[in-house]
């Protein structure tokens, strides 16, 4: 090798270790200040720097339960069976969903059931954790999710669902004897704080369910009284005008009379 061969060669090596170095320098910078685009480093320290998450993901589902319509395609067109919901009449007596259900443990993520809403309420979000901390709703309901596969076979109804989480909200000395036999069906015993059951995307907490029950009874008590206003005034006037309708007819027969006696 020549000289000039030989030094070409330094600079070239000196050149490619800059470059090198620069991506290096720049994906520490972008990791160490969270910036980039879409935070460029390959890896992240998480949970301590948060997941970027591409549009499009499929994370856990939610629904805006005030927009779904209880249709139901979308419990048909899960092919797994994990959807399940309650409704109940509003003060229209209209159906109103009470209570939408996805079992967690068994979803896989196909997303068949957000393409066939109507309504579009029900959509995939970026979530994808599961500590139960970070699980609570839009609504305020908890997800709930199933620990030992033992336990698989267990649902629990809207009532147990509520009861499992006034229980959990409460200081587990102020529960029953009751209370504990029931939260020892429904307690993970190694962790001793989760559950199993289904995975509530809109069911009602007991707050929110009085909450709602409520304003759809002032609503009723209003459209009752509205009713009964509007049947007692038209009470009256059919009233009134029967009243008129009788002076009419007395003064119409006390001149047929006068007349008469005329002739
Ligand atoms: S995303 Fe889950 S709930 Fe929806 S259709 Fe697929 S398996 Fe069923
Ligand atoms: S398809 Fe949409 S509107 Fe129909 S029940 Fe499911 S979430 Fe509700």
């Not at 709602?212 to 007692?232: F, H, N, Q, S």
């Amino acid at each position: 090798m020549s000289f000039l061969g030989w030094v070409k060669e330094i600079v070239d090596g000196v050149e490619s270790t800059a470059i090198g170095l620069k991506t290096t320098t720049r994906f520490l910078w972008e990791n160490a200040t969270d910036t980039g685009e879409h935070g460029a480093a390959m890896t992240r320290d998480y949970p301590v720097q948060p997941a970027i998450i591409p549009d499009g993901y499929r994370g856990h589902l939610f629904n805006d339960v005030d927009n779904c319509t209880l249709c139901k395609s979308c419990q048909r067109a899960c092919p797994i069976d994990c959807i399940s919901m309650e409704g109940e009449l509003n003060e229209n007596a209209k159906f109103h969903i009470s209570r939408y259900d996805i079992d967690i443990s068994k979803c896989i993520y196909c997303g068949l059931c957000t393409q066939v809403c109507p309504t579009e309420c029900l959509t995939m979000t970026k979530g994808f954790e599961i500590e139960p901390a970070n699980l609570v709703n839009k609504r305020g309901g908890k997800f709930l999710f199933r620990m030992r596969p033992e336990q698989t076979k267990v649902k629990l109804d809207m009532h147990e669902v509520e009861r499992l989480n006034a229980l959990t909200a409460a200081d587990p000395s102020s529960w029953t004897e009751d209370d504990k036999a029931f939260m020892a069906r429904v307690e993970d015993p190694e962790t001793g704080r989760f559950l199993f059951g289904r995975y509530g995307m809109g069911f009602y907490t007991p707050e929110e369910k009085a909450r709602v029950d409520r304003i759809r009874a002032e609503k009723k008590k209003a459209k009752e009284e509205a009713a009964a206003k509007a049947a007692a005034e038209q009470a009256a006037a059919n009233e009134r005008s029967a009243a008129e309708q009788a002076a009419k007819d007395a003064a119409a027969k006390a001149a047929e009379s006068a007349e008469e006696g005329k002739a």
